[in-house]
Every structure is written in structure tokens, then in C-alpha cells.
């Protein structure tokens, strides 16, 4: 028995989000901010999904700035804090992930000067053990390869990743 129907019942029709006015926009963003950080990139990417009227996306963002609900620098020290404590990622991965979110370049300089590199390196070196339990390898040469490039995935640069990976097979008794 075949069930032509199936498809369409076991998926939802996706919704379109409805059209909102600048006012709408300004009090539903503000009400997103008053729960956690956004970005102005975050709100003008919302904004055009509620397709606010273009000329009038400026003018919404540029009240929420005023009433202090948005400030990107704010938001980019918080990315930093929350990236590098809590995900143990590197500067080269949150750079990445601040400018596809608008944050202008001065403001991720600015953020990424408050981290401690020392904390950072720690987070990395505890970060390549873990992995260390879990990667399969059939020589050195090998779990170093796949170490350093587990490193540099998490966003590290070459230098740091090299020193936390050669530090961390040091640490290590031999296998042979």
C-alpha cells in the first residue's frame, strides 16, 4: 500500500516570516537584546528577513545603538570571553566569526587584546589531550599529524599549535 501523502505529512510547509514595520522591528529587537548580546549585523540579518523596508533598517539600528541595546563592542568582548573559555577556540577562528558578523576590524582587535594568551595556550593544551584519548594513529608522525591539525582547526596559529601539540607528546610516556 503506498501512502501519497507521506511526504507532505511528515514535513512541515515552511513558514514564511511575516512582513514587519519598522516599529514592530525596533520592539521585537529590542526585547531579543534585553535577553542576550546581538551584533548589528545580527539585527540588519533579522531585519531583512522580516523584509523591513530597507530605508527604514538604518534608522531601527541606529535607535537600538542610542538606547545602548546594541554595541558591537560589547558583543565582541562577550564572542571572546564565551570562544575562548568556553569552546577553547583560537584568534584566528573568532576573527573569522566576528567579521562574517559585521564587526568591524578595530572592534575584534580590540576584543582579542583582553584575552590572556597564557589561558588560551592552557585551553589548547588541555583541548589536544582530550582529542589525544580519542585519535587513532599508527606512529608519532602520524597523532602529531592529526593533533596539529586538530589545533590549527580550532582556529590556533601554526606557532602555538606546534608548541601545545610537541609539548603534549613530550608529556607523553613513549609506546615503543
Known amino acids: 500500500m503506498r501512502n501519497e501523502g507521506f511526504d507532505s505529512e511528515m514535513t512541515r510547509p515552511r513558514r514564511e516570516p511575516r512582513q514587519r514595520s519598522a516599529g514592530e522591528a525596533l520592539s521585537a529587537l529590542m526585547r531579543l537584546c534585553s535577553r542576550a548580546e546581538r551584533s548589528s549585523g545580527d539585527a540588519m540579518r533579522l531585519m531583512r528577513q522580516w523584509s523591513v523596508a530597507e530605508n527604514e533598517r538604518e534608522g531601527v539600528l541606529r535607535r537600538l545603538v542610542e538606547m545602548k541595546f546594541i554595541d558591537d563592542s560589547r558583543y565582541a568582548e562577550a564572542f571572546v570571553r564565551e570562544k575562548t573559555d568556553l569552546a577553547g577556540w583560537g584568534e584566528y577562528k573568532i576573527r573569522m566569526a566576528l567579521q562574517r558578523k559585521g564587526i568591524s576590524r578595530t572592534t575584534i582587535d580590540d576584543a582579542l587584546r583582553t584575552t590572556d594568551r597564557d589561558t588560551m595556550r592552557m585551553h589548547l593544551e ?17 597523532l602529531r599529524t592529526k593533533l596539529m591539525r586538530y589545533a590549527l582547526s580550532l582556529g590556533y596559529d601554526f606557532d602555538t599549535a606546534g608548541d601545545a601539540v610537541e609539548k603534549t607528546m613530550r608529556d607523553i610516556p613513549s609506546q615503543e
Do not use: A, F, L
Open 126 to 142: 588541555q583541548r589536544i589531550v582530550r582529542k589525544m584519548r580519542t585519535v587513532k594513529y599508527t606512529s608519532p608522525y602520524d
